[in-house]
């Protein structure tokens, strides 16, 4: 094989990138068209209203886009007081031992685990609990998806975060230990103002995981159409009500949903952008 | 001496990494066939660099520009084509680097594989047996040629490397300080080969130990800032160099 | 100092916390799915809801199994590898090869989008791809559902691991006269066979147990089938149709199980062969 073929070779398989993302833009937009045109754009993303009553067809994505937020944050809060030790124990304290590889192991073994089973976990175990803890009279709502999907992301978020106090260097901790300082206040002044950004960024990538996670939601945030009114209420994200619908709507229906996809991928895209550039500056710097 | 062409002749060679710094500047100097020729100087001198211009390895990097002409038999290699050129130049790099996959047997026979040319089974017992030979490590590796080349020692595998480059009959040899990573004893075995090797191939190397240079090159070359301050017999630059900077190299007034 | 050890137990405390999610989901999975797993749970297809109702009337365990789901899941899967791996491992190598070009660049950027879109969204797509022009579910659609998910992470371990390797090997290769080519196919990727490797099984890991993409494209089906052209079942996608399915929720935990031992078992065998090879 000469270079020039392998060149082109090379290119024609890289093609397909571009040929994916643009098919993925493509489809979603030409089939999003009916309801956005139907509905008018700003109306769409605005309409808490979803009733397929034939005839009188109302489609709204509001109560999607809040249920999708109300998780993501609700996840993200609850993600932090565990990722958080995690790094600090496997970047930090025990830094290169053999139980900080074993607790790494253990958050890997986490993220592997199918969103499906997530699901039935948060179903049969964590819902009877909020049950019995009178939280919520059904179980399941924002509040139990949430949960379960904090659980999901504290190995992302863990293990980038970590990745970056490994890195604030040594003679820096060293300079402030010298000077008296205790372990936590090297952790509270050095540590987080130097790895601050790239932990930040970590928590981005993790919040861009959250955002899509599919089944998991749909098993435990209730499935009602409505906007939550509170933490423990119920609910559907984005993911879940197209998780939910997809198969059996047409029509308008269809393209309300697909419109929903829409907006789910351009959030996660730019919510993914916005992290990756942060850790790559995180990282230069 | 006048009608004989030089097997390797630079000249104004000129190679810079960036528009502003030029790392070799105008260098001109013709290699004689069959000699070992040294290239010294201090660190971030530019001989490796002139070095790699030989192989055109410098094409690898598209912001390094290299000028003037390099002439190979008389034929200017930066208009030929790098494959063509780095059959007819070997090249043998500072950290041995056998390819981590592959047996002895097929690291010697490599760069046939490379060039999609094939081989007999004969035709190819016969080429390892000779490379391995004409660098001395037959008898030790003989019964271990099914063994991945990286289960030799360090030394083993420089010469496994040259055996490699050797295979390919190249004009000229090129090495760019082979010893720095071996031990004493290695570079000792290195050196001796090397004085034995000079009668197939004419061999070009950058070392940073002027004793090396002495005890194994004919031809010295001294460079300094990316120019060539000096060029001439080994013998002679050690003895009584012309220029005051390469006495202050050899009388290690300059690092 | 008081607070300095304080906060080192309670860092070791949450730690160890996260810990408990993954021993209560395996020790549930592994609790109520023990003794779900017998040969014939592998060997045959789920039972209808009918005769599962019955049986449980009559207070027998129910009949079937999931056969129908991993012969799906194989056929799926391999035809995802069969396009995902070569197309990732040559649009890794151009990655690695052109890293600082504008294309290549760009198409770095789209490798990232593609692997942080959620995979409900690659479902939609596939369907509006492939369901709809070929006028039906098939196996064929959730391959290639599967095969877009795991593009971009066989492209990123494809790359990475060309990228670390010496670049005195690849010198060395050239020097000898080999073009760009055969340097590629005989020296660099051999010797990257192990970091591709690992990505691939970790590829195979993530996407087994996707669900929701499946659902728009392969359906399901309750027998076991091996035309690629009609609806197909897969593990995940019994588990849903269990869950869903009162009468049948008796068999999640065994298909549960099995797809929980199969993905970590992928998960620590390629963490495994990654730590061998990098020694």
Redesign the interface.
């Given at each position: 094989?000469?270079?020039k073929?392998?060149?082109i070779?090379?290119?024609v398989?890289?093609l397909?990138?571009?040929i994916?993302?643009g098919?993925?833009v493509y489809?979603?937009v030409t089939?999003a068209y009916d309801a956005f045109e139907h509905f008018g754009f700003l109306n769409f993303l605005t309409s808490s209203e979803w009733s397929y009553t034939e005839g009188a067809e109302q489609y709204g994505a509001l109560p999607f886009i809040t249920g999708t937020l109300m998780t993501t944050m609700q996840a993200l809060l609850f993600c932090i007081?565990?990722?958080l030790?995690?790094a600090?124990?496997?970047g930090e304290?025990f830094k290169g031992t053999k139980i900080a590889s074993v607790?790494s192991?253990?958050?890997?073994?986490?993220a592997?685990?199918?969103?499906?089973?997530?699901?039935?976990?948060g179903?049969?175990?964590l819902r009877p609990i909020i049950m019995a803890l009178n939280i919520s009279p059904q179980g399941s709502g924002v509040l139990t998806a949430s949960l379960v999907l904090a659980?999901m992301i504290?190995p992302y978020a863990?293990s980038l975060s970590a990745e970056f106090i490994k890195m604030v260097p040594n003679d820096l901790k060293e300079g402030a230990y010298s000077l008296g300082a205790?372990?936590?206040e090297v952790?509270r002044k050095v540590i987080f103002p130097v790895a601050g950004s790239g932990i930040f960024s970590s928590y981005v990538l993790a919040i861009?995981?959250a955002?899509?996670?599919?089944?998991t939601v749909?098993?435990l945030i209730g499935n009602t159409n409505n906007i939550p009114d509170s933490i423990t209420s119920t609910g559907n994200s984005m993911?879940s009500i197209?998780?939910n619908q997809?198969?059996e709507a047409d029509d308008l229906r269809l393209s309300s949903?697909?419109a929903i996809?829409l907006i789910?991928?351009l959030i996660?895209?730019l919510i993914?952008?916005v992290g990756?550039i942060m850790i790559k500056r995180a990282r230069i710097a | 001496m006048e009608s004989v062409t030089p097997i390797l002749e630079f000249k104004n060679t000129c190679v810079s990494y960036t528009k502003q710094t030029m790392a070799v500047k105008y260098v001109s100097a013709a290699i004689e066939r069959n000699t070992i020729t040294a290239i010294m100087g201090p660190s971030g001198c530019g001989k490796s660099t002139l070095l790699r211009a030989v192989n055109l390895m410098h094409n690898l990097y598209p912001n390094i520009r290299v000028d003037g002409e390099i002439l190979l038999n008389g034929e200017n290699i930066l208009a030929m084509e790098p494959i063509d050129v780095r059959r007819r130049v070997g090249m043998v790099f500072q950290r041995p680097a056998p390819f981590p996959t592959m047996s002895i047997y097929d690291n010697v026979l490599s760069g046939f594989v490379l060039n999609g040319i094939r081989l007999s089974k004969a035709e190819k017992d016969a080429t390892v047996e000779r490379c391995l030979r004409s660098v001395a490590l037959w008898d030790e590796v003989k019964d271990v040629l099914n063994k991945k080349g990286t289960f030799l020692s360090g030394g083993q595998q420089q010469r496994l490397c040259i055996a490699r480059a050797l295979a390919m009959k190249p004009d000229v040899l090129l090495m760019d300080e082979p010893t720095s990573a071996l031990d004493p004893i290695a570079t000792k075995h290195i050196e001796e080969l090397l004085l034995e090797l000079q009668k197939e191939v004419t061999i070009l190397i950058v070392t940073h130990n002027m004793g090396q240079a002495r005890r194994i090159s004919s031809k010295s070359m001294f460079m300094y800032l990316g120019e060539l301050v000096e060029y001439g017999d080994t013998e002679t630059m050690f003895t009584n160099p012309i220029d005051e900077r390469t006495k202050s190299y050899l009388t290690g007034k300059m690092g | 100092?008081a607070?300095?050890k304080l906060?080192?137990w309670?860092?070791?405390?949450?730690?160890a916390?996260?810990?408990v999610?993954?021993l209560?989901?395996l020790g549930?999975?592994l609790l109520r799915g023990y003794d779900q797993l017998s040969w014939s749970f592998f060997t045959e297809p789920t039972p209808t809801a009918y005769k599962a109702m019955k049986a449980i009337e009559a207070g027998e365990p129910i009949p079937g199994g999931i056969a129908n789901g991993i012969i799906g899941t194989m056929i799926m899967l391999g035809m995802a590898v069969v396009v995902a791996v070569p197309?990732g491992i040559?649009?890794g190598?151009?990655?690695a090869?052109?890293g600082k070009n504008r294309?290549?660049q760009?198409?770095s950027?789209?490798?990232?989008?593609?692997q942080?879109?959620?995979?409900?969204?690659i479902?939609?797509?596939t369907?509006?791809?492939v369901v709809v022009p070929m006028k039906g579910y098939s196996a064929i659609a959730g391959s290639v559902a599967l095969c877009?998910m795991m593009?971009p992470l066989i492209?990123r371990s494809t790359e990475e691991t060309l990228k670390i390797l010496p670049a005195s090997l690849k010198e060395a290769g050239l020097a000898l006269g080999g073009?760009?080519?055969?340097v590629?196919?005989k020296v660099q990727l051999p010797a990257a066979f192990g970091g591709i490797f690992t990505g691939v099984l970790l590829a195979i890991?993530?996407v087994?147990?996707?669900?929701?993409p499946l659902?728009?494209t392969a359906?399901g089906c309750s027998f076991v089938r091996f035309a690629v052209d009609k609806p197909i079942s897969a593990v995940?996608l019994l588990?849903?149709e269990f869950?869903n399915d009162p009468n049948l929720q008796e068999l999640?935990w065994g298909a549960?199980l099995f797809?929980?031992l199969f993905?970590?078992t992928?998960?620590?065998l390629s963490?495994y062969l990654a730590k061998k090879w990098n020694q």
């Amino acid at each position: 094989m000469n270079d020039k073929l392998y060149k082109i070779i090379l290119f024609v398989a890289a093609l397909a990138m571009p040929i994916v993302c643009g098919g993925v833009v493509y489809a979603l937009v030409t089939d999003a068209y009916d309801a956005f045109e139907h509905f008018g754009f700003l109306n769409f993303l605005t309409s808490s209203e979803w009733s397929y009553t034939e005839g009188a067809e109302q489609y709204g994505a509001l109560p999607f886009i809040t249920g999708t937020l109300m998780t993501t944050m609700q996840a993200l809060l609850f993600c932090i007081p565990f990722s958080l030790p995690v790094a600090l124990f496997v970047g930090e304290y025990f830094k290169g031992t053999k139980i900080a590889s074993v607790l790494s192991t253990v958050t890997d073994l986490l993220a592997g685990i199918p969103s499906i089973i997530y699901g039935l976990w948060g179903f049969y175990t964590l819902r009877p609990i909020i049950m019995a803890l009178n939280i919520s009279p059904q179980g399941s709502g924002v509040l139990t998806a949430s949960l379960v999907l904090a659980i999901m992301i504290v190995p992302y978020a863990a293990s980038l975060s970590a990745e970056f106090i490994k890195m604030v260097p040594n003679d820096l901790k060293e300079g402030a230990y010298s000077l008296g300082a205790t372990r936590a206040e090297v952790v509270r002044k050095v540590i987080f103002p130097v790895a601050g950004s790239g932990i930040f960024s970590s928590y981005v990538l993790a919040i861009g995981r959250a955002l899509g996670e599919t089944m998991t939601v749909t098993m435990l945030i209730g499935n009602t159409n409505n906007i939550p009114d509170s933490i423990t209420s119920t609910g559907n994200s984005m993911a879940s009500i197209i998780a939910n619908q997809f198969g059996e709507a047409d029509d308008l229906r269809l393209s309300s949903l697909i419109a929903i996809g829409l907006i789910l991928f351009l959030i996660t895209a730019l919510i993914n952008m916005v992290g990756k550039i942060m850790i790559k500056r995180a990282r230069i710097a | 001496m006048e009608s004989v062409t030089p097997i390797l002749e630079f000249k104004n060679t000129c190679v810079s990494y960036t528009k502003q710094t030029m790392a070799v500047k105008y260098v001109s100097a013709a290699i004689e066939r069959n000699t070992i020729t040294a290239i010294m100087g201090p660190s971030g001198c530019g001989k490796s660099t002139l070095l790699r211009a030989v192989n055109l390895m410098h094409n690898l990097y598209p912001n390094i520009r290299v000028d003037g002409e390099i002439l190979l038999n008389g034929e200017n290699i930066l208009a030929m084509e790098p494959i063509d050129v780095r059959r007819r130049v070997g090249m043998v790099f500072q950290r041995p680097a056998p390819f981590p996959t592959m047996s002895i047997y097929d690291n010697v026979l490599s760069g046939f594989v490379l060039n999609g040319i094939r081989l007999s089974k004969a035709e190819k017992d016969a080429t390892v047996e000779r490379c391995l030979r004409s660098v001395a490590l037959w008898d030790e590796v003989k019964d271990v040629l099914n063994k991945k080349g990286t289960f030799l020692s360090g030394g083993q595998q420089q010469r496994l490397c040259i055996a490699r480059a050797l295979a390919m009959k190249p004009d000229v040899l090129l090495m760019d300080e082979p010893t720095s990573a071996l031990d004493p004893i290695a570079t000792k075995h290195i050196e001796e080969l090397l004085l034995e090797l000079q009668k197939e191939v004419t061999i070009l190397i950058v070392t940073h130990n002027m004793g090396q240079a002495r005890r194994i090159s004919s031809k010295s070359m001294f460079m300094y800032l990316g120019e060539l301050v000096e060029y001439g017999d080994t013998e002679t630059m050690f003895t009584n160099p012309i220029d005051e900077r390469t006495k202050s190299y050899l009388t290690g007034k300059m690092g | 100092m008081a607070k300095d050890k304080l906060m080192l137990w309670g860092i070791c405390l949450l730690a160890a916390l996260t810990a408990v999610p993954l021993l209560a989901i395996l020790g549930e999975v592994l609790l109520r799915g023990y003794d779900q797993l017998s040969w014939s749970f592998f060997t045959e297809p789920t039972p209808t809801a009918y005769k599962a109702m019955k049986a449980i009337e009559a207070g027998e365990p129910i009949p079937g199994g999931i056969a129908n789901g991993i012969i799906g899941t194989m056929i799926m899967l391999g035809m995802a590898v069969v396009v995902a791996v070569p197309l990732g491992i040559l649009c890794g190598a151009f990655l690695a090869e052109n890293g600082k070009n504008r294309f290549a660049q760009f198409v770095s950027y789209l490798t990232d989008l593609l692997q942080g879109t959620p995979s409900v969204i690659i479902g939609i797509i596939t369907y509006i791809w492939v369901v709809v022009p070929m006028k039906g579910y098939s196996a064929i659609a959730g391959s290639v559902a599967l095969c877009i998910m795991m593009l971009p992470l066989i492209i990123r371990s494809t790359e990475e691991t060309l990228k670390i390797l010496p670049a005195s090997l690849k010198e060395a290769g050239l020097a000898l006269g080999g073009n760009n080519a055969r340097v590629m196919m005989k020296v660099q990727l051999p010797a990257a066979f192990g970091g591709i490797f690992t990505g691939v099984l970790l590829a195979i890991s993530r996407v087994i147990g996707e669900t929701a993409p499946l659902m728009f494209t392969a359906l399901g089906c309750s027998f076991v089938r091996f035309a690629v052209d009609k609806p197909i079942s897969a593990v995940p996608l019994l588990i849903w149709e269990f869950f869903n399915d009162p009468n049948l929720q008796e068999l999640i935990w065994g298909a549960s199980l099995f797809l929980l031992l199969f993905v970590l078992t992928l998960n620590i065998l390629s963490k495994y062969l990654a730590k061998k090879w990098n020694q």
